[in-house]
Every structure is written in C-alpha cells, then in structure tokens.
C-alpha cells in the first residue's frame, strides 16, 4: 500500500511532474475515446450487413471477415492455402524457439538449433512452392502476404548472420591485413547507403551480373540482396561481442592448444554472440520491419495485399481496417521481439554488477 | 523503352540457344495445359483480387479468352500479378506466354524482339480529374495548379510536355503510394489528378462522394492498351482472332447468355453466325489449322462471353465505375467508337 | 602464430579479384548485347519531368544531373531538420523517462514502444493521409497573420533578396563571433581570478544590436513577400510542403524514440556515486543533471547516436511513398526513363555514403575533442 500511496503523491510532487500527469492523463482520454469508439461503439459487428460499413465510421467487421484470407495470403492458389498457413506457422514457430533459446527458456545445442533451422527453412520453402513429394508446384511470385514477409525476414537473417560471423572475425583478426581491409570496406559501406537502394540493386543490377540470358525472379534477387545488407549490421554487433572479450581469452585458448577455428568457434565466439544478443535483437527487429519495403519492387507482403483488399471495388472505403490490421499484426510481432530484447539487456545488465 | 530494347537483347541468347528444344509457345501451352497469363496486381476493375485471391477484371477476362481458345476451358489460365517492368522481363525471358495489363502498343516496342503485340482491348488516353467545386471545364485553364500524378511513371513526362507546349505552370506532386495520392487529390492537397482516364474512372469511385469530382474533356495522349504475346505465329492469331469472335458476338447480339439458343437453331441465324459457330463454319477450319479445339469460337463467347459483355460486366453501369461503353472509343466501330470486327471467313 | 605467407589475404584477393572480374565481364556483355555504353554521358541528357519541390532552379528541360543535384538537396534538408527534431525530441523523453514523474515515465515509455514496433512506411503512411484530411485545403486555410496554412503546404513571409541584405547576414554572424568569443573570455578570466562576468546580457546585447545597427547605417531595403492566395496557389513568401513537414514528423518522431532509449540507457550506466557525490556538493537535481550527468551522457551516447544519425539520413529514402522529390524518388525516375540501373545505383548509393561518412566523421571528431578536452587518449 505505502509503495502505491508514494507512486500516487510522485504523480503530483512537482509542477512539472503534475503537468505531465494532467497532460498525459488527457492525452490518453482522448486516445482511448476514440479507440473505444472506432473499435466498439462504432463498429459494425460480423453479423451485421456490410451495408452497415457505408454509415457507421467504425470497425467494418464484415471486411474483415470477407478480406483476412486476401490480406494473410493474396493470391496464394485458395484451396492450396493450408500450405501458406503452415508454412507460416512453421516459420513463426522457429522464430519463438530462437527467442526462448536467446533468453534461455529452450536449451537446444547448438548443432540440434542450426539442423532444426536448416530443416525448417527447407520445409518451409517446399510447403510454398511446393514441386516435390506431390505437392502442386506454386511460383514465387504467388507467395503473398505473411508467408513472404515471414519467409524474407527469416531467410535474411538466417542467411545473413553466417555472412556476419565471417564478416565480423574477418575484421577483427590482425593477421590478415588485407582481409580485415575488405571487410571492413564491405561493412561500412553496406552500412551507410539505404536499404531501399540495396533492393533495388538485387531487382535491377544483380539480373546484368548474372550470365546473359539468365533471368532471376524478383523474390531470389530481393533475398540475395537483404542477406548481404544485414549480414553487415550482424557483423558489426558481433564485432562489440568480440571486442569485450578479454585478451586472456584466446591466450587461454592457446595455451591449451586450440588452434584459430577452435578458438573462435569453441571459445570466443559463444561468448561474443551470447554478449552481442541484446545489439543483434535490435538490428534483427529493424531487419524484420524494413522487409516491408520490398512493396516498392511489387514483391507482394502484407502491405501490397492490404492494399489489394480495399481495392476490390465492394469494399474500396475500407483502407483504414486493412492498415490497422497490418500494424497490429506489426506491433505484436515486433513487441514479442522487442520483449526478448529487452529480457536480455537486463539480463547483461544484471551480470555486469 | 531502353529497358524493352535491353531485356529483349538479353533473352534472345536463350531463345536461340534453347529453340532447338522448345517448340512454337502454343504447342507449350497445349502440353502445359496451361496458359501463363500476367497482369497487373492491383488495378480496381481491370484486374484485383476478388476474396479468394483469384484475379477478377476487364484485363483478366482476356487470360481467360485466350485460355477458352486455345485450351476449350477459361479456368486453365494462369493469372499472376506482378509489377510492370517485371512482367516485360517476365514475357521476354519466356516466363510467361501473354500478358494482359494495359500495356500501351508503340513502336519501339514492337520493334523489339520476344514481344508481339496482338490486339488493342482498350482505347485510352492520359486525363485530367478535378474537383467539380473548382469550377474548372477544361484542362486549359490549369495555369499554377498543383497536378498529383504517380512517381516514376510516363505521366509525369506527358504532364510536363503539355504544359511545357502551352506554357503553362505547374506544381506536380509525384507521390508513389496510390493512397497517399489519392488520399492527397481527394482532400484537396492536390487541384488535379493526372492518370489514364480509365483510371481516373476506377479511382474516382474510391472517393467518399464520386459526384464530387468530373473527369476534364482533354485527352493529352494516346494509349491503346493491348495484349502482348510472346512472338509465335499462331498463338498471335489464336489469341487475335478470339479477340475477333468476342467483337463479332456484339455485332449480331450474341452473348454468354443466349449463345445455346443461338447454337440450337444455327440455320435460322445469318450466314456470318453460321461461318462463326458451325461445325464446318469459318471458326472450324481455323481450328484445324492452329490445332485449336474445333468449337473454340463457342468456348470463347460461351465461356466470358462478347466484348460489350466484359466490358458491361466489370466496367459497366452495375460496377461501381459506371462507365457507358458506347460513351468512350471502345463502343464498336457502326456506333462512332474504334472497335472494328474483322470478318471472319 | 603468426604464420609467413598470409594464405587467406591470398585467397581474399583472388576470390574477390575473380568474383569482379566475373561480374563485370557479365555487365558489359549484358550491356553491349543491349546495345548500351556504360558511362555517365546520360547524365546530361533532358530530364523532362518535374520534381514536387526544389531549392534551385530546376525545370523539365534541364539535365538529368541537374535533378540529381536537387534530389541531394532535398535529402540533405530533410536529414538537417529531422536530425535536429530527433535529437531534441530524444533529449527530452530521455530526461522525462529518467524523471521523477511516473506518468512522464509511462509516456515516455508508450512513445518509444510504439514507434520501435511499427514499420516506418506504415508510420508514414498514416501520418500523411491524417495530415492531408486533417488540414484544410488551400482555399480555406487557416492564417495567422502572413502565415498560411493548408493541407498543401505552410506558407511563410519571407524577405525579397536584395544585394545589401548581405551586410545584416554579415553582422549577425560577426555578433555571433563576438558572443563566442566573449563568453571565452569571461570564463578564462573567471578561472584565472574567480571574478564572473555577465554572459547572457552581453550576449543577447550584441546579438541583437549589432545587426539592427547594420540595417540602419546601410539603409537596407526591407521589402516582405508575404504569401497570397492567387489562382490555385499561394504565391510569395516561401513554402514548406506537406509531405516535407510529414516526413520530418515521421523521422523526429520515429528516430526520436530511438534515441530516447540511447540517452535513456546513457544517463543510467552513469554510475549512482556520481549522483549521490553531486548531491553532496549541494548541487540541485537540475545542475547535477546539466554539470554532472549529462557532460559524462554526452560521451556515452556518441557512437549509438552516431548510428542513429546514419539510420536517419538513409531513412529519408522513404519518402518517396508520399511525394517528397528526394535522390531516391528522382533516381527511381531517372532509372526508369534511362534504363541504366548500374549508373544511378552507383551514384546513389555513393551520395548517401559520402552523407552518412560526413556525419559519422564529424561526430567522431566531437568524440575525439571530449575525449581530449577530459584528459583521455
């Protein structure tokens, strides 16, 4: 009770801090007014015609019910959707393994963690374009909505944290000057231009350095080119992991008989990875947000198809319900990430004292 | 145009080098059993996804036209959306057999290699839309507007030739996202919207009060959108001469509808409908010739019907565009529009 | 182990020598079998469209690298004032998140949480479609005085240029000397003697005197342009565009919330004993925060401000979504029309690294001159 009583009187102890409490108060009235009012008192219920959707300003149930399929999976063959669902299921559930192996709730070793996600990955691809074991084969360009975004996002990061690691020990070793000069380069200039020229450059450059007469679909190129981008944001918070290990580290290592690759791989790179997590959850959440930008080359997420859905000429005064239902599915996602991130830095944190 | 040129030069490598195996592209799609068809992902009337993902629209019935013809059922067109620079590379690095996405015919374009184009479905123009509360009647009277217009596109050159030519200033606003820029035209941000006027018509209806707003009589150029084939000679007249057939239809009123009655008392019909749907008519010998299904001139009309029809059903006064075909260039030649049905004999 | 001969600097070079020999040969092959020269000869060709804004003079007919330049331009503006409204914007919900008031803390907690999980093209998307219904277009806007403000744009008064205008410029910055020069100067001879001078009145003295002084001895004509409202536009004074004040909202905002972590996570690794010592010293919760925390915040927060700084300026290649004419929207254009991706790529991405590089070095100097300034190497 005195704890709640004392938080009570900080509400008001200053002018300022009373300000503040006023201010935030009626900012967040007025906020929840008029939530409450688009979600509930305005809404039009799933029961109710979609008629209903043309006179009350609120939630339009009925689109929602009519548009969530089109949203979630586009143009995804319809009765070939339960692969997407599973698909995103599959990726989905290898993403919550990942962060409760972060934050240790799942104590996986490592070799079973990297086979599952190997697996997971491949499954994944199969289940979407299918080709194989009898499944109707399904080209990428109607892998729509979720899956895409999820599979971008996961592919990327899969694909780019090996790129990091080789990246992050390249410039951190002193013996190999020129190497740890590439790297370098690399990592600084993929740093410092737009993720937006990047995509572009898998669209429209990566086709002209392919063999003539090859062609490379736009889901491919984007991918190649979103590993390469953030395998250079990896590498840098790997390096911060790298360069908090104390020297006394690899002179133990050695002095043991490890050699280089034993070193790394048994002894300062667990280390570094496990210190850089809270950096890499961070680059890892930005990785995943900006994998919507891919609208802009017309690979087809759940933007491109939000947009589809209030499109249609039946529905077209519904665009607000499908971006609100994007950006939850958004905010959610990214909560979940940003918890973990935040889980760990306590964690640090607490072992730092 | 350069990137026609370009991706055409780039494929003919593998056209070359891989023609020794594949044989004419309407055989592939006769082995397929199946007919790639590309069009525009999200176009409102021409070509969206209805609920279930499937494409519904003008653009799209011509997939299916294409695939009743050559393949005696619609449903077995493969309809994808993809982006228009994509779709060219698409169609030119063998990807995809046709394409029906409003691509405008010019000649450049023909010129270049691993594209044909076929025939015009829709007669287009560039346009302008205002709000009818800015008491503007013609596109002359624009001097200092702000013109909203899409990032990137063709629209922006043809704005800036019209009133460069009439000396005319102009604010453009090229906004990339399509509901941003609409959103900006609707509330004002913008004084004109600048688009194809077809699809000035289909956004207009996105506004909360489509009466607000008039489309201006200045059509500032010329966009015959038609289908693009990959070059085969006999895929091109498949596809062109079903085309035909559907302008034939309007001509004696045949539709989807009243096509079995038609059928069912064939002798009673003029001669042009009995060479169009006989067993031994005009329409068969042509079939045997392309090793298309004999009553493909059925399949076609009976299938997606004539093409006053499609346009009624996705762009007519029961859609939400309310566009009055005999109205615009697409009404059929005897009615002072441009759609002229070849004889078929 | 050192080892002699340096076999993966070996392998590295010939990996990446062949990689780009391969890459290349395939580019120019590609591009001669379209019957393309690589090169830059384009660049001077007509560019024939129109941008939405731009701070010189450009019309359709001028070149290609001509609205390269006022894409840059663009860019360069938007990432000035929104790494401004950022900062300030993350200075503030850094304190208020460190603060004593719970409500504040809350607040500044809900901002950084919002904005750290939603994507910044959805932000951007909704901030715009608000902004343009919430404002009134241009025939009803609401004007204050010369100030206008619509749904298109905000109007401001602004001074007609004249040749003599240069010696008020000249005088303000001379004041601006002064005011620096003599705040040195006090602050030497206050830890030479302990005697204090008067800073703040001296210096808004001279801030403001000298340049009233300039205007009246050099008689500069002071001719307004105020906006007015003729045909389809105001005309006069200067504009700043919608999508221009949008898109700094979106990146003050969005960034803003980031550093807000970044001075929230600088201000507590200060250790507590620096608070309590600070305290002991009689000082006021206000000067330890200004003399103490923040001087030791400042050295913390460089490098990840560093980053947030590099983040903003390529996150202004968003706004092409909502029609701010910046490199990335002009280029997209110029790409489309040319057809010579390889070029405008190059070009692109080398201005934004030459931008982000600017930044990145200048702050590292700063870095380097505390350091120095606090006896560090």
Redesign the interface.
């Known amino acids: 009770m005195t704890s709640v009583s004392a938080?009570a009187k900080?509400?008001f102890?200053?002018p300022?801090?009373a300000f503040?409490?006023l201010a935030?108060?009626a900012?967040m009235a007025w906020l929840g007014w008029h939530v409450l009012s688009w979600f509930v008192l305005q809404a039009v219920w799933p029961w109710q015609p979609a008629g209903a959707c043309d006179v009350q300003s609120g939630l339009c149930w009925p689109f929602l019910v009519?548009?969530t399929?089109?949203i979630l999976?586009?143009?995804?063959?319809?009765d070939l959707?339960w692969r997407a669902s599973l698909a995103s299921l599959l990726l989905l559930t290898l993403a919550v393994l990942t962060g409760f192996q972060m934050i240790g709730r799942a104590r996986l070793p490592v070799l079973v963690f990297v086979a599952i996600w190997m697996a997971g990955l491949t499954l994944a691809v199969l289940l979407l374009g299918g080709g194989a074991l009898g499944l109707s084969s399904v080209?990428s360009?109607?892998w729509?909505g979720l899956p895409i975004l999820i599979f971008l996002a996961i592919a990327a990061i899969a694909g780019a944290f090996p790129v990091g690691v080789l990246l992050a020990l390249?410039r951190d070793q002193q013996?190999?000057?020129?190497?740890r000069r590439?790297a370098t380069i690399y990592i600084?200039?993929a740093?410092?231009?737009?993720?937006?020229?990047v995509i572009?450059?898998g669209?429209?450059?990566l086709?002209?350095?392919?063999?003539?007469?090859?062609?490379i679909?736009?889901v491919p190129a984007v991918l190649v080119a979103l590993i390469f981008f953030h395998g250079a944001y990896f590498a840098e918070d790997l390096r911060g992991g790298l360069q908090s290990l104390s020297v006394g580290q690899r002179e133990a290592a050695?002095s043991l008989g490890l050699?280089?690759w034993q070193t790394t791989g048994l002894v300062r790179l667990p280390q570094a990875i496990t210190r850089s997590l809270p950096s890499l959850v961070n680059s890892i959440?930005g990785a995943y947000?900006?994998t919507?930008?891919v609208?802009?080359?017309?690979i087809?997420d759940m933007?491109?198809t939000a947009?589809?859905s209030f499109?249609?000429?039946?529905w077209?005064?519904q665009?607000l319900e499908a971006?609100v239902f994007?950006?939850l599915w958004?905010?959610l996602s990214?909560?979940f990430l940003?918890a973990i991130g935040r889980r760990l830095q306590m964690e640090r944190e607490t072992d730092q004292l | 145009m350069r990137l026609l040129t370009f991706t055409a030069v780039l494929t003919v490598t593998t056209i070359a080098a891989g023609s020794a195996l594949a044989g004419p592209v309407l055989d592939e799609i006769k082995a397929n059993d199946s007919l790639i068809c590309l069009v525009n992902p999200n176009s409102p009337g021409f070509s969206v996804p209805d609920s279930q993902g499937v494409f519904q629209g003008f653009n799209t019935d011509f997939c299916r036209m294409a695939a009743a013809a050559i393949l005696g059922d619609a449903d077995k067109a493969d309809i994808r959306g993809i982006g228009f620079s994509d779709s060219m590379k698409t169609l030119v690095a063998r990807g995809a057999h046709m394409a029906s996405r409003s691509i405008t015919a010019t000649g450049t374009r023909d010129a270049d290699v691993g594209m044909a184009f076929v025939a015009t479905t829709f007669y287009d123009g560039q346009g302008f839309m205002v709000p009818a509360s800015l008491g503007v009647s013609s596109a002359t009277e624009l001097e200092g507007a702000t013109v909203c217009a899409e990032d990137g596109s063709t629209t922006l050159l043809n704005i800036a030739d019209w009133f460069g030519d009439r000396g005319m200033s102009y604010r453009v606003e090229n906004i990339a996202d399509k509901t941003a820029r609409l959103e900006a035209f609707f509330t004002g941000k913008c004084d004109v919207y600048a688009s194809d006027v077809s699809a000035l018509n289909s956004d207009r209806l996105l506004a909360e009060d489509p009466a607000a707003f008039m489309i201006l009589p200045e059509v500032i150029s010329a966009e015959p959108l038609t289908l693009v084939t990959q070059p085969d000679q006999e895929l091109e007249a498949a596809i062109f001469w079903a085309f035909q057939v559907m302008l034939n239809a309007d001509k004696f009123g045949i539709t989807s509808e009243n096509i079995d009655d038609v059928r069912a008392d064939l002798d009673a019909q003029p001669q042009s409908v009995q060479r169009l749907f006989a067993e031994d008519g005009a329409t068969a010998e042509m079939a045997a010739k392309l090793g298309l299904p004999q009553d493909w001139a059925y399949q076609v009309i009976g299938q997606v019907g004539s093409y006053s029809e499609v346009f009624e059903r996705h762009l007519g006064s029961d859609t939400p565009f309310n566009i009055v075909l005999a109205e615009t260039q697409n009404a059929p030649a005897d009615q002072g529009g441009l759609m002229y049905a070849f004889p078929i004999r | 182990m050192p080892r002699t001969f340096r076999i993966w600097d070996a392998v590295a070079v010939v990996i990446l020598f062949g990689l780009a020999v391969l890459l290349v040969r395939n580019v120019l092959l590609n591009m001669q079998d379209a019957g393309l020269e690589p090169g830059f000869g384009f660049l001077l060709g007509q560019a024939g469209f129109d941008v939405s804004e731009s701070l010189i003079p450009y019309s359709p007919d001028d070149s290609y690298a001509r609205v390269v330049l006022t894409g840059l331009i663009n860019t360069i503006v938007l990432a000035g004032v929104s790494l401004v409204l950022a900062t300030v914007l993350g200075v503030v919900g850094g304190l208020v998140s460190v603060g004593p008031s719970p409500a504040g803390r809350m607040l500044a907690s809900g901002y950084v949480e919002l904005f750290r999980n939603l994507p910044k093209i959805l932000v951007l998307l909704i901030f715009f479609v608000v902004a343009v219904n919430g404002l009134p277009p241009v025939r009803e806007a609401i004007s204050l005085g010369p100030v206008h403000i619509s749904n298109r744009a905000l109007y401001l008064p602004t001074l007609e240029w004249d040749r003599l205008l240069w010696a008020p410029i000249l005088s303000v910055l001379l004041a601006a000397a002064i005011a620096i020069g003599w705040r040195r100067w006090v602050l030497v001879r206050f830890a030479r003697t302990g005697q204090l001078g008067p800073i703040a009145p001296v210096t808004v003295g001279v801030l403001i005197g000298l340049p009233l002084l300039a205007v009246v001895v050099s008689d500069v004509p002071i001719i307004p342009s105020t906006p007015e409202l003729q045909g389809f536009d105001f005309q006069g004074g200067v504009r700043v565009s919608l999508q221009f004040a949008v898109m700094a909202a979106m990146l003050g905002l969005y960034h803003g919330a980031q550093i807000t972590e970044v001075v929230r996570g600088g201000i507590q690794s200060v250790p507590r004993g620096q608070f309590e010592a600070a305290s002991a010293l009689g000082l006021d919760r206000r000067r330890t925060m200004r003399l103490v925390v923040l001087p030791q915040v400042l050295r913390i927060v460089i490098p990840p401000m560093n980053n947030q700084y590099v983040n903003l300026i390529k996150n202004t290649s968003v706004g092409i979504a909502v029609g701010y004419s910046d490199l990335m929207s002009v280029v997209g254009t110029v790409i489309n029309q040319t057809f010579r991706p390889l070029e405008m790529m190059l070009v692109t991405m080398g201005l934004y690294l030459l931008l982000c590089v600017a930044v990145t070095s200048l702050l590292n100097q700063w870095n380097a001159t505390l350091r120095r300034r606090e006896g560090k190497p």
Not at chain 1, 295 to 298: A, E, K, R, S, W
Not at chain 1, 311 to 314: K, S
């Open positions: 938080w900080d509400l102890a200053t300022l801090a503040l409490t935030s108060g900012f009519e548009k399929r089109l999976f586009g143009t995804y063959p319809f959707q080209p360009v109607f729509n390249a013996t190999y000057p020129i190497l590439f600084e200039v740093r410092g231009v737009p993720m937006l020229t572009f450059v669209v429209f450059v086709p002209l350095m392919l063999p003539t007469g090859t062609f679909a736009p050695s050699g280089y959440i947000k900006d919507s930008l609208v802009v080359v017309g087809h933007i491109s947009r589809m499109n249609d000429p039946d077209r005064t665009a971006y994007v950006g958004f905010f990214c909560a940003s």
